[in-house]
C-alpha cells in the first residue's frame, strides 16, 4: 500500500511539473516584429582647395582629396524567432532613402543572424552576431563613353552610376526594455563591416565650378568598418 501511495504522489508530482513547464512554454512570445529607425557612418572622399607658393597673381589653385565620413538615416523593419529566453534569430531590413551621390546614393541593408544574451522581466542585454549585404544604389562609376578631355581626376559627368552590393556583417551589442509581456523597445549600437571591391567613386571637388558636381575617383578593395545605430519598437507574440 505504502508502494502505491508513493507511486501515485510521484506521479502527481511529475504531472504538476510537466503542467507548469508546458504552461511556461506557453507563456513564452515566440515570435517579434517590430521597426525601427538607423543610422550608419558612412566613408566618402572630400576635395579641399589647395594654394602653391607663388610670387606674382593669379597664384595656381589646387584641390587635395581626403577620407571622411558622413551619417545617413533611414528606417527599416524586422523579424524574429525566439529560441529561448537567450538565443533568438532574426532577419532585418534597413532603407536609407537619401539619394547621395558623394555617399553611394540610396542604400538597402539586409541582415540575417542572431541575438544572444539574457532576457530579464523588463530588460535583456544580447550580443549580436548578422552576416547579410549592402547595396549603393551608386556603389560604382562607369564611363559613358562621352569623350569627355583627358584631365585627372575625370569629372563625373563622364560617368555613369551603377548598382553594386556588398557583402556586410553586423556585430555588436543590443540592450531592450519590456514595458509590457508584449512590447519591446530596442536599441542598437554595433559596426556595420562592408568589404568593398575595385571601384570608382564620386568626390566632391570644390573647383568644379557648378553646385553638386564633382569627380570620379579609382579605389581599390577594401574592408571598413561603419558605426550604426538604431532605436525600434517591437511587438512579441
Keep these: 500500500m505504502l508502494r502505491k501511495t508513493i507511486f501515485l504522489v510521484a ?39 589647395t594654394t602653391f607658393p607663388c610670387t606674382v597673381p593669379p597664384c595656381p589653385v589646387g584641390t587635395t582629396y581626403s577620407r571622411g565620413r558622413t551619417n545617413d538615416f533611414g528606417f527599416g523593419g524586422r ?82 552610376p551603377v548598382a553594386v552590393t556588398r557583402f556586410a556583417f553586423d556585430i555588436g551589442g543590443v540592450a531592450e526594455l519590456y514595458p509590457s509581456k508584449n512590447t519591446i523597445v530596442r536599441f542598437d549600437a554595433g559596426d556595420t563591416i562592408i568589404r568593398y571591391g575595385n571601384r570608382n567613386i564620386a568626390a566632391f571637388d570644390p573647383l568644379s565650378g557648378l553646385a553638386g558636381s564633382g569627380v570620379v575617383i579609382p579605389v581599390g578593395s577594401e574592408t571598413k568598418h561603419n558605426f550604426q545605430g538604431s532605436v525600434g519598437f517591437g511587438y512579441r507574440f
Excluded: H
Excluded at 502527481?12 to 525601427?36: H, I, M, N, P
Design 79 to 160: 523579424v524574429g524567432y525566439n529560441l529561448n529566453s537567450y538565443v533568438t534569430f532574426e532577419a532585418e531590413g534597413n532603407l536609407f532613402p537619401r539619394d547621395r551621390t558623394f555617399a553611394g546614393g540610396r542604400k538597402l541593408e539586409g541582415l540575417f543572424g542572431a541575438k544572444v544574451g539574457k532576457r530579464f522581466d523588463k530588460a535583456g542585454l544580447f550580443a549580436k552576431a548578422r552576416p547579410g549585404f549592402m547595396r549603393f544604389s551608386k556603389g560604382d562609376y562607369q564611363p559613358n563613353g562621352g569623350g569627355c578631355v583627358t584631365v585627372f581626376p575625370p569629372p563625373i559627368g563622364c560617368f555613369n
Design 11 to 49: 506521479l502527481l508530482s511529475l504531472s504538476v511539473v510537466g503542467f507548469q513547464e508546458a504552461r511556461g512554454q506557453s507563456d513564452e512570445r515566440k515570435f517579434e516584429v517590430g521597426g525601427q529607425f538607423t543610422w550608419a557612418s558612412i566613408p566618402i572622399i572630400t576635395g579641399t582647395t
